[in-house]
Nanobody
Framework: QVQLVESGGGLVQPGGSLRLSCAASGSIFSINAMGWYRQAQAPGKERELVAFITNGDSTTYLDSVKGRFTISRDNAKNKVYLQMNSLKPEDTAVYYC??????????????WGQGTQVTVSS
């Protein structure tokens, strides 16, 4: 089994910055891709991909966060980070870490963290 634990969320004013961290632990042979998703707590809002990074460090971003957010990973520590700058109220959401992990059997499985709240408000 694999656990993902996020940290770094909180309350920040518009224009401010936060850095989210996610640490993976457990039965990990290797980690393929890692990413951050978010879900705003409003009716009809679905979980959306914010940023994604492959094991070759290729990245993908949601259009609305390009130029403001940066995803990175530390393969030695099985960690992924999301640096969020110039935050806007519409960035308010629960942010979830995601990882595609190879176990000892070489089976690729997706895991999710429990989520961390990010609130952007004055």
């Amino acid at each position: 089994q694999v656990q993902l634990v996020e940290s770094g969320g909180g309350l920040v004013q518009p224009g401010g910055s936060l850095r989210l961290s996610c640490a993976a632990s457990g039965s990990i042979f290797s980690i393929n891709a890692m990413g951050w998703y978010r879900q705003a707590q409003a009716p009809g809002k679905e979980r959306e991909l914010v940023a994604f990074i492959t094991n070759g460090d290729s990245t993908t971003y949601l259009d609305s966060v390009k130029g403001r957010f940066t995803i990175s990973r530390d393969n030695a520590k099985n960690k992924v980070y999301l640096q969020m700058n110039s935050l806007k109220p519409e960035d308010t959401a629960v942010y979830y870490c995601n990882a595609w992990v190879y176990g000892s059997s070489q089976q690729l499985t997706a895991y999710w963290g429990q989520g961390t709240q990010v609130t952007v408000s004055s």
